[in-house]
C-alpha cells in the first residue's frame, strides 16, 4: 500500500461507512486512484467457465452495485469483476444505517437488502463500459416481487447481453426468505427459468450460483446435486454468513450479513464440502475472508479455480488486488505448480 493510499484510507475510516464507499467509487470514477492494469503470467492466466482470466483474483458484487465504476475496476489488478446485484426494478434497500465495520475483526456487517438503480439502467451503464477483464452481474429479486424466482431470469434478459457471466444470487441474508430459494425444488425451478432465458440470448452467458456458508450437510448436498442436473457453469461460495461466533467489535451484534476475515475458515470448509460433492465437475469461485496471496491460495487448493474478494479492500485498499495475485504467482511457483488449475483441489482434504 502506497503512502498516498494509506492517507485515502484513513480518511475515509473517519466518515460513515456507507458514505466512505460512496466516495471511493466516486475517486475510481475521477481517475484519483493509481490502476496498475491486468496483473497476469503465464501460471496466472486461468479458464473458468470459458472465461480467459488475466488472474484467478476477482471482485465480488457489492462494490460497484450499480456498475458505475466498471472500466476503472477492470483496471485495478483484478481478472475478473462482478457488479450488482441488480434487480428487475429500482429499490432502496434496507434502511440506514445498514453498514459496519468491525476493525478489530477485520471484518464488515451489511444489510443494505439490494439497494439499486434497477436492470435497465444498470444494463445501460454496463453497455458502454469498457473493461480489460470478463465483467458479470449478479442478479437480485426485488423484495415486493410477487414471483422473486421469475425476477433472477427478468434481470439477465435485460443486461445479459451486455455482460461476459451473471450469478444467481438467492444467498443475500438481507432480503427476507430469499434463502429459501436454496431449498431443493424451488432452486431447480429457479435455474431452470434462468437457463431457458440465457439460452435465448444471442451469445452465451455462462450461468454462476452464489450460495450460503450456512448450509446444513444435508442442504449443502441437495445444491450441489441440483447445480450438476441444472446446466449452470460454476457455483460461488460463498455469500456472507449469519454466524457471529468469537466477534470483539463494537457492533458485532447488528444484524446482516457478516463478511471478511471472521468468515474464512466457514466459507473455506464450505468451498472444500462442496468440491468433494462435486468432484471436480463443475468450476468452484472462492469468497469469503481473503485478504492475502496464502488466503487465496488456501481457497484455491481447498477447491475453487477462482476467487473474488471485497471486504479485506476496506481495510488493505484497492491495490490489494494486485498484491495478491502477485503473491499468489509467487507461491505457485514456490510449489512447482505450472498453472492454477493444477493447484485446485490439492489440499482440499485439509478442510474436511
Known amino acids: 500500500?502506497?503512502?498516498?493510499?494509506?492517507?485515502?484510507?484513513?480518511?475515509?475510516?473517519?466518515?460513515?461507512?456507507?458514505?466512505?464507499?460512496?466516495?471511493?467509487?466516486?475517486?475510481?470514477?475521477?481517475?484519483?486512484?493509481?490502476?496498475?492494469?491486468?496483473?497476469?503470467?503465464?501460471?496466472?492466466?486461468?479458464?473458468?467457465?470459458?472465461?480467459?482470466?488475466?488472474?484467478?483474483?476477482?471482485?465480488?458484487?457489492?462494490?460497484?452495485?450499480?456498475?458505475?465504476?466498471?472500466t476503472p475496476l477492470s483496471r485495478a489488478g483484478f481478472g475478473f469483476v462482478e457488479v450488482g446485484a441488480a434487480t428487475p426494478r429500482p429499490q432502496p434497500g434496507n434502511p440506514a444505517p445498514r453498514l459496519f465495520r468491525l476493525t478489530e475483526d477485520r471484518g464488515v456487517i451489511n444489510r443494505f437488502g439490494f439497494n439499486n438503480e434497477g436492470a435497465e439502467?444498470?444494463?445501460?451503464?454496463?453497455?458502454?463500459?469498457?473493461?480489460?477483464?470478463?465483467?458479470?452481474?449478479?442478479l437480485g429479486a426485488n423484495k415486493d416481487a410477487a414471483d422473486r424466482a421469475a425476477d433472477f431470469a427478468r434481470v439477465l434478459a435485460t443486461a445479459g447481453p451486455h455482460v461476459d457471466f451473471a450469478t444467481v444470487n438467492v444467498s443475500s441474508p438481507n432480503t427476507e426468505k430469499l434463502r429459501d430459494l436454496q431449498g431443493k425444488a424451488a432452486l431447480s425451478a429457479l435455474l431452470a427459468g434462468v437457463i431457458a432465458t440465457r439460452d435465448g440470448l444471442a451469445r452465451r452467458?455462462?450461468?454462476?450460483?452464489?450460495?450460503?456458508?450456512?448450509?446444513?450437510?444435508?442442504?449443502?448436498?441437495?445444491?450441489?446435486?441440483?447445480?450438476?442436473?441444472?446446466g449452470i457453469d460454476a457455483v460461488i461460495a460463498t455469500n456472507t454468513t449469519?454466524?457471529?461466533?468469537?466477534?470483539?467489535?463494537?457492533?458485532r451484534g447488528e444484524a446482516g450479513g457478516l463478511s471478511g476475515a471472521p468468515l474464512f475458515e466457514k466459507s473455506t470448509r464450505t468451498?472444500?464440502?462442496?468440491?468433494?460433492l462435486t468432484g471436480g465437475a463443475l468450476p468452484l469461485i472462492?469468497?469469503?475472508?481473503?485478504?492475502?496471496?496464502?488466503?487465496?491460495?488456501?481457497?484455491?487448493?481447498?477447491?475453487?479455480?477462482?476467487?473474488?474478494?471485497?471486504?479485506?479492500?476496506?481495510?488493505?485498499?484497492?491495490?490489494?488486488?494486485?498484491?495478491?495475485?502477485?503473491?499468489?504467482?509467487?507461491?505457485?511457483?514456490?510449489d512447482g505448480f505450472a498453472t492454477v488449475a493444477e493447484a485446485v483441489g490439492t489440499g482440499r482434504k485439509d478442510w474436511l
Request: charged content about 20%; overall charge neutral; hydrophobic content about 50%.
Open 286 to 334: 472462492g469468497v469469503g475472508g481473503i485478504a492475502s496471496a496464502e488466503d487465496a491460495y488456501a481457497k484455491i487448493r481447498a477447491g475453487a479455480s477462482a476467487v473474488q474478494l471485497y471486504s479485506a479492500l476496506v481495510y488493505g485498499g484497492l491495490s490489494l488486488a494486485a498484491d495478491i495475485a502477485r503473491g499468489l504467482d509467487g507461491l505457485l511457483q514456490r
Open 242 to 251: 449469519l454466524s457471529r461466533d468469537g466477534l470483539k467489535s463494537a457492533h
Open 1 to 70: 500500500m502506497t503512502p498516498i493510499e494509506r492517507l485515502g484510507l484513513f480518511a475515509l475510516h473517519r466518515l460513515d461507512p456507507e458514505k466512505a464507499h460512496g466516495w471511493s467509487i466516486r475517486a475510481l470514477r475521477a481517475g484519483l486512484v493509481p490502476l496498475p492494469g491486468p496483473v497476469t503470467s503465464p501460471r496466472l492466466r486461468t479458464r473458468l467457465a470459458g472465461l480467459d482470466l488475466p488472474n484467478p483474483v476477482g471482485l465480488a458484487a457489492g462494490f460497484d452495485k450499480n456498475a458505475e465504476a466498471v
Open 205 to 230: 452467458v455462462p450461468v454462476f450460483l452464489k450460495i450460503a456458508p450456512d448450509l446444513a450437510d444435508a442442504e449443502l448436498a441437495d445444491v450441489a446435486e441440483v447445480a450438476l442436473s441444472s
Open 271 to 276: 468451498l472444500a464440502r462442496l468440491s468433494d
Open 121 to 138: 439502467v444498470i444494463a445501460a451503464r454496463l453497455s458502454q463500459a469498457r473493461h480489460d477483464v470478463p465483467v458479470g452481474l449478479n
